[in-house]
């Protein structure tokens, strides 16, 4: 998803993943692609890596990293696959194969990770390798109706003359609303010399009206069936008062209504944590997430009066939410469908990044644009 973003304003000299699920997805699109590597970062040679790359992009693994993960951070498992990436980095740059341009992705938990110092740890490592750095929290709902808010770190190398840099990539300082209050905090806890390396990314505000999300939903759905009137009534049942009245309102409209829900443990009257289905109407998905365990899958209920059907999201709908064309072609297994989507980037969100910042500061340079 990255790619698709990205566009054909780039040519993609060399992609690696280690899910050959995802691998086939990427091939199902993009043809049989020489530059796919299908590895463990950690078994990659840099030798393996062709030419000076303009732009690298790396989305790490954020499970160690996120509010609801393991806490594990920078030494997890799988966010710690961020060392050998990084490892192959510091390669080029004493080989003189400098990446001009360095994105990070992952989720917003990386700012607050054991108390900022893994925030502080990736900063302080691009810019001990001579980057500038500066942070962007991107949501997703800016241009999909989907709540997904996702921290872009973009490094750029002190080979390029930040002088020259089209006007208005800088700004004096943090601005609304992709400089959030956590971004600020965590850029404050850094130490001086790191914030002397800091830049504050100046990237526009869409003023395009976001499509509702029951504009994404498919009327005949694939991949899935919709519940038995007991399945739904069950999920009604797990609703607490609130979220029963939301849905009451909404019948007594008359109105045909699209909403989401998703099961969640919560905390009842005793302080015993129990299963809760919590709806929303607003015309906004919750964030898409992998499929571990049945709270993690997003249900729709579709309300025509007194007639309420439920049913899990389609594949189609997530790869909707996403921003991925409908020609994309869909994993025949839903939970590997729903996997790539719900571990992927927000396609439109890293267009706007690299309409308006990427690009900008390669074509400021007259460098070449191979990622």
Same mark, same amino acid.
């Given at each position: ?68 993960? %393991? ?11 961020? @060392? ?105 806890? $850094? ?16 003023? !395009? ?34 979220? @029963?009245? @939301? ?15 998703? @099961? !969640? ?19 906004? %998905?919750?964030? $898409? !997430? ?60 890293? %267009? ?20």
């Amino acid at each position: 998803m990255a790619r698709l973003g990205l566009g054909s304003d780039w040519l993609c000299a060399f992609a690696n993943d280690i899910s050959e699920k995802k691998a086939s997805a990427y091939r199902e699109y993009f043809g049989d692609c020489a530059e796919l590597l299908v590895r463990d970062v950690a078994e990659i040679a840099s030798t393996e890596l062709p030419g000076t790359p303009t732009l690298v992009w790396a989305s790490f693994p954020c499970q160690d990293l996120s509010l609801a993960g %393991s806490g594990a951070g920078l030494n997890g498992r799988r966010s710690g696959t961020f @060392k050998p990436f990084w490892s192959l980095i510091q390669t080029l740059v004493a080989e003189g194969r400098i990446p001009k341009l360095i994105v990070l992705e992952n989720v917003i938990g990386a700012l607050t990770s054991h108390g900022g110092q893994d925030f502080q740890t990736l900063i302080g490592t691009l810019t001990a390798a001579g980057y500038k750095v500066g942070c962007l929290v991107m949501d997703a709902v800016r241009f999909l109706p989907q709540s997904r808010q996702r921290l872009f770190i973009i490094g750029a190398h002190s080979t390029i003359n930040m002088t020259d840099c089209v006007a208005g990539l800088k700004a004096p300082g943090p601005v609304a609303p992709w400089h959030t209050t956590s971004l600020r905090n965590a850029y404050s806890a $850094l130490p001086k010399n790191l914030q002397a390396e800091w830049v504050w990314w100046n990237v526009p505000v869409p003023d !395009r009206p976001v499509a509702p999300f029951a504009s994404l939903i498919e009327d005949e759905p694939t991949g899935v069936h919709w519940h038995t009137n007991a399945q739904t009534e069950r999920l009604i049942g797990l609703m607490a008062p609130l979220h @029963k009245k @939301k849905l009451e309102a909404v019948m007594r409209s008359g109105q045909r209504l699209v909403g989401t829900l998703y @099961k !969640r443990a919560r905390p009842n009257e005793q302080g015993v944590n129990v299963q809760r289905a919590e709806v929303r109407f607003d015309q906004v %998905s919750g964030c $898409l !997430r992998t499929p571990v365990g049945g709270s993690s899958r997003q249900t729709i209920l579709v309300v025509e009066g007194k007639r309420v059907r439920s049913r899990l999201l389609s594949p189609r709908e997530a790869a909707r939410l996403m921003g991925v064309p409908d020609s994309y072609p869909l994993p025949s297994n839903y939970n590997d469908a729903y996997h790539i989507f719900g571990d992927g980037l927000a396609v439109p969100v890293v %267009s706007w990044l690299n309409r308006h910042l990427l690009l900008p500061l390669a074509a400021s340079q007259r460098i070449g644009k191979a990622a």
